[in-house]
């Protein structure tokens, strides 16, 4: 049975086709399409509280792509998961019944805790089922980063903050990354996000697991890359060292210099350094709550879009 999930988030939208059939440790999904396209959906929308008209027409281009390939690929069954930028947004209605009429399917906005849940199912694949410990998702997007942490496949709780690559970018550096004040200010702002974390009990954390755009692309500088490698990203463990090495490399380049790497997304130039900024932060937090036991983090391309796949699986497969 082939399946489709769709993730619209702030910044990007992602489609994955897959086979799906079911396995002893539950569905399995074999890639048939993964593709995403940067639309910026949430463009102007922390200033306005609306989507601005052509990001509107950037997101329903894309996806009547994506219903060109869902019904090439015979796709029996689709999801489609709105998630942080669609949430409080005045003209949602408008954005939900056009995609519905692209794509005959109505678009879920879901909560920060369903997308948590569902980055967690998806991000977990790169490590073995029966890994030791707890391990913390983190799948930083472009409106909001989702935290969630869990043993096995399975979360225990999750907290979604209203920081993203670009919320950070249009409240702090809409001008650029060039002013100290700028990035303290932004730091301030998510150190302060990041103090409901230390309501999490973090004792039985064995390591950091990361997804989405900016952690495979902070990865990929780590790593030293010309072009983007999925195949070596996926999976690969770096020490909060090499992690550091990369956001801050990235953090003092100016926008030729990001532009011209060979592995960054054209549409990601703008908004790296806000991502890596965050990421920055984060690590610091971890590091300090752990006492420093906590110090890898695992890079994984499957996320909540793996997550979304797998679950409309489930539900027709059952």
Request: proline share 2%.
């Amino acid at each position: 049975m082939r399946v489709a999930g769709i993730d619209c988030g702030t910044n990007s939208i992602r489609l994955l086709i897959a086979e799906a059939s079911q396995g002893a440790d539950g569905v399995q999904l074999a890639d048939v399409e993964r593709r995403m396209q940067i639309v910026r959906l949430g463009q102007g929308v922390d200033a306005t509280g609306r989507f601005a008209p052509e990001a509107l027409e950037r997101t329903y281009a894309a996806v009547r792509d994506y219903a060109a390939l869902i019904e090439q690929h015979q796709v029996a069954h689709t999801r489609f998961v709105a998630t942080s930028a669609t949430r409080d947004v005045a003209n949602r209605e408008e954005f939900l019944d056009t995609i519905e009429q692209i794509l005959s399917v109505r678009p879920e906005v879901i909560s920060g805790q369903e997308e948590a849940a569902l980055s967690f199912a998806g991000a977990t694949g790169v490590l073995p089922a029966d890994a030791a410990g707890e391990r913390m998702v983190i799948d930083l997007g472009g409106g909001s980063t989702e935290f969630v942490i869990g043993a096995g496949r399975t979360p225990r709780t999750a907290v979604s903050l209203d920081m993203g690559c670009v919320r950070v970018t249009e409240r702090f550096f809409s001008d650029g990354l060039g002013g100290l004040d700028a990035r303290s200010q932004a730091a301030d702002f998510i150190d302060d996000q990041l103090r409901v974390l230390e309501s999490l009990d973090l004792s039985q954390l064995t390591g950091l697991v990361g997804v989405a755009g900016t952690i495979t692309t902070l990865t990929a500088q780590a790593l030293g890359l010309e072009h983007y490698d999925s195949r070596r990203i996926h999976g690969a463990q770096l020490d909060f060292c090499q992690m550091r090495e990369a956001t801050g490399a990235i953090l003092g380049m100016n926008r030729a210099q990001r532009a011209a790497l060979g592995f960054m997304h054209p549409g990601r130039v703008d908004v790296i350094q806000a991502g890596a900024l965050i990421v920055e932060r984060i690590l610091s937090h971890v590091h300090r709550a752990t006492s420093g036991r906590v110090e890898r983090i695992t890079a994984s391309e499957h996320d909540i879009l793996d997550g979304i796949a797998a679950s409309v699986a489930a539900l027709h497969t059952a």
